[in-house]
């Protein structure tokens, strides 16, 4: 069964460093979204991609933050210096049709540490 | 921001009764709402959803019931199964913001054998 694959896993960074968050989307999906789960939080939606360019984000998705599709088939979030409050669970997820026929497939998460 | 509003963090029920998870949310913007399943160091898992048109959408063990009045809405699991045991979460889409999820905090279920 296809599915949204992250990497990585799980990455500790310094505060201030730029963090780059890989996802590979289900092949034939259109719609690209970013969510984050802070520990203890509701899943929070950050920023959604569709036609090589943001449809919609969230007040969350600052400057701090980019998504990008850099080779057709990986979908990127950078935050660029990274805060501690940045720590978080990052789920990447795709969907065939965006929401208004169909659900989202998340992949597995990120964990991102900001010390 | 509590549009979406999951008012039991957990619920406790025994192996092949009902389980009932609810739901409510603030914004009558809100038009289509899905329910998600997410295991420990896993994605949430598309489990079912209901358009604001329908007041109710079967599919197998779950049944999804929107009663738009009340702007509410719950997950019925029946007969529940050990395998069961997650977190729940509701998602409401609006219908300004079409690509948006906006999720509840989260209901852990746990089914006992």
């Known amino acids: 069964e296809p599915e949204v694959t992250q990497t990585p896993s799980h990455q500790v960074t310094q505060m201030g460093q730029e963090v780059i968050l890989r996802c590979v989307p289900i092949?034939?999906?259109?719609?690209f979204y970013w969510y984050r789960q802070i520990l203890g939080q509701k899943v929070e939606f950050l920023v959604s991609f569709y036609n090589n360019e943001i449809s919609e984000k969230s007040e969350i998705f600052d400057d701090q933050f980019s998504v990008e599709r850099p080779d057709g088939s990986n979908f990127t979030l950078k935050i660029r210096s990274t805060k501690l409050e940045d720590s978080a669970m990052y789920f990447c997820a795709s969907s065939e049709q965006g929401l208004s026929t169909g659900e989202l497939f998340f992949g597995e998460g990120s964990r991102l540490t900001v010390l | 921001d509590q549009q979406v509003k999951q008012n039991s963090p957990s619920l406790s029920v025994q192996e092949g009764r009902i389980s009932i998870l609810n739901c409510d949310y603030t914004?009558?913007?809100?038009?289509?709402f899905l329910w998600y399943k997410k295991y420990p160091a896993e994605g949430p898992t598309f489990l079912i959803s209901i358009s604001s048109i329908k007041d109710k959408n079967e599919d197998g063990r779950f049944t999804v019931f929107l009663n738009k009045s009340a702007k509410h809405l719950s997950l019925h699991i029946v007969p529940s199964q050990p395998g069961d045991s997650a977190v729940y979460f509701c998602a409401a889409r609006n219908n300004n913001a079409g690509n948006m999820l906006t999720f509840g905090g989260g209901t852990r279920l746990m089914v006992k054998p």
């Open positions: 914004n009558s913007m809100f038009d289509y």
């Open positions: 092949s034939n999906h259109l719609y």
